[in-house]
């Protein structure tokens, strides 16, 4: 990796993008201390202290969520609104068609998808506001007639829509994915703070076992999200006018963990939704409404309660993207048209069947595995309390991992590519 990385600085070309990268990361991180006035700092550190569900939310803003700064909704409006896209693409023939068109198409969802980011985050804007407000960290008021409530809004929607820029522009002019850059940025962000935290109240052995623990996480998420299940597919000779073209044998990779990250950001919504419903009537006049919003919160608040539901919604919700992204039956259609076959299987539905049950039996692995990595935190917490500031985010960590390798990856391919271009010279 190093010798790759070395190899790309030398190369003025790669050079230039990574250089344009570290750019936009800089600004990123400017932005994430320019902060939102109106609020009461103390409060604010004491709520997310309390409140661990809002964690990751304020890992996808880069800390920008718990210090309330320009970018405090982060990349959660984009998140949530790729994420209904992509369902109503699933659902909606007219998407469904668009997605087919190739380039063209994908500009067009993608553009829809930016529009959608912006009343998403207008109303994150005035949820969280709401929210902060009945916890009393707003200093100003909440009252939509109001300037400074407003002004509050429309400042963290166009701190949302600055930083989708943002991400887009290293998608374009550096390398990698641009979205997944300015989150990765914003986990790494917060290490040295820990380690700074650590080391005021060190414990050695604790910090040992954390080290190996650590390492082991990286080592297995690799493993898995690197791992494919390869289904062997032979292609008879075919005619096509008067050429002839010759079969062959190539396979098709279908990875363990095909869902990403996006179950974790499925339950998080589903298991923040209650919640935050129940903190507006907490102060409620009506006693039996305020008696059941604090019972729903503090049923939230309980750890193993929470670490129970979010391990079970994570599995649930891997299983539900998995199918939802891949079709078995488009799949063996294509095969079909193109004139591949399955050794063994025959075209058509027992081709559809036997993906269908390759694809289910895999997904196993990868559930069980997002469902660890989700409550990673509360595992580590319970066996390792001492550990001061420092922490292991099961989720951070995967997308830390997943951001270095894919981005190793095109590094590589960039690299290779040039090889190719001197040797046709």
């Known amino acids: 990796m190093l010798e790759s990385l070395l190899q790309a600085f030398r190369a003025p070309d790669i050079r230039r993008r990574l250089l344009f990268v570290a750019f936009i ?36 803003s880069g800390g920008g969520l718990s210090t309330f700064s320009v970018i405090g909704l982060g990349l959660n409006p984009y998140i949530n609104a790729s994420i209904i896209m992509q369902l109503m693409t699933g659902v909606i023939p007219r ?14 969802i993608n553009q829809y998808t930016r529009y959608l980011s912006v009343p998403m985050a207008l109303l994150q804007a005035y949820g969280f506001l709401a929210l902060l407000n009945s916890q009393g960290v707003i200093t100003t008021g909440f009252d939509l007639s109001r300037f400074e409530t407003l002004t509050q809004i429309v400042t963290l929607t166009a701190g949302a829509v600055v930083l989708m820029w943002l ?13 997944s850059f300015i989150i990765f940025a914003g986990i790494v962000s917060r290490v040295p703070a820990a380690i700074g935290a650590f080391i005021e109240s060190p414990d050695l052995a604790s910090g ?61 919504s589903i298991l923040l939704f209650p919640s935050q419903i129940a903190q507006y009537f907490t102060t409620s006049q009506v006693g039996l409404v305020a008696d059941i919003s604090r019972g729903i919160v503090n049923f939230f608040a309980d750890t193993r309660i929470y670490a129970i539901l979010y391990f079970l ?84 960590l995967l997308i830390v991992v997943s951001v270095v390798v894919e981005t190793m990856k095109q590094i590589e391919a960039q690299l290779m590519m040039r090889n190719y271009e001197g040797f046709i010279r």
């Open 208 to 268: 040992l076992i954390f080290i190996v623990i650590g390492v082991s996480a990286v080592a297995v998420i690799i493993y898995i999200q690197e791992g494919q299940r390869r289904i062997p597919v032979q292609y008879a000779s075919r005619v096509r006018g008067r050429r002839m073209y010759q079969g062959g044998s190539t396979f098709l990779p279908l990875r363990v963990n095909q869902a990403g990250v996006i179950p974790i950001i499925f339950a998080v």
């Open 95 to 108: 998407l469904q068609a668009l997605s087919r068109e190739g380039e063209y198409g994908r500009n067009r």
């Open 25 to 60: 990361l800089i600004i990123f991180r400017f932005l994430a201390h320019v902060p939102v006035p109106g609020v009461d700092r103390e409060a604010l550190a004491s709520f997310f202290a309390s409140n661990p569900l809002f964690g990751l939310l304020d890992l996808f």
């Open 167 to 179: 991400g887009e522009l290293i998608t374009e002019k550096g390398i990698g994915n641009g979205i």
């Open 313 to 396: 919604l994570t599995v649930g919700f891997t299983y539900f993207y998995t199918a939802f992204t891949f079709k078995p039956d488009e799949t063996a259609e294509q095969l079909r048209k193109n004139g591949g076959f399955i050794p063994g299987i025959r075209p058509g539905r027992p081709t559809q069947d036997y993906l269908a049950r390759v694809v289910f039996r895999i997904t196993v692995a990868g559930a069980f595995f997002l469902g660890v990595v989700a409550v990673a935190p509360f595992i580590v917490s319970a066996v390792l309390p001492n550990l001061g500031g420092l922490s292991l985010g099961g989720t951070g």
